[in-house]
């Protein structure tokens, strides 16, 4: 079975569009955009001759090819391209279920097993509140920066709940993280847990 399943009516749409690129050869890049986040957004675009990347899985379809981004293929499995038609035309659906949920591997980033652990063990919790963290980035001396956000923005006990609780987590599961921070603006209370 393909990584993506492409529908027939998604496959006949394409092949509309492609033929509208008129260059030969065109085919389609399908990847996430955020993988393994709550703010994963899947893709798909057009994919010119040339413009292929090392290591692309290729899907050979009838009329043309979709090339998969590689980093994106564990967050595609069981996803889905569609077309529907409306009153209003039709519209293109993708839809990944995998897309945001963390997943890990020998290769996955800092960032991607930051995510993880905020996805899986720190965020259930926080929901508890109504709060939740997200990651901002990680320096090149290993810091986290996260955003807290619902309940956390602007408690009273979110220095608390990040270092002894987020931080701590985070430093146990990913050793050489050396530092957790917030860029939380706190000044924000009206959703606060605790004021």
Known sequence: MDIVEITESAQAYLVDLLKK??????????????????????????????????????????????????????????AVVDYSKDTMGGQLTIKAPNSRLPKLNDDSTLEERVNYVLYNEVNPGLAAHGGNVTLEEVFEENIAVLRFGGGCQGCGMVDVTLKEGVEKTLIAQIPELAEVRDVTDHTQRENAYFK
Do not use: N
């Open 21 to 78: 690129q008129d260059v030969e050869g065109v085919g389609v890049r399908i990847f996430i955009i955020d993988a393994g986040t709550p703010q994963a957004e899947t893709c798909i675009s057009f994919c010119r001759p040339g413009e292929e990347e090392e290591g692309d899985e290729i899907l050979e379809m009838a009329d043309f090819k979709a090339f998969i981004d590689v980093p994106s293929i564990p967050f595609l499995e069981d």
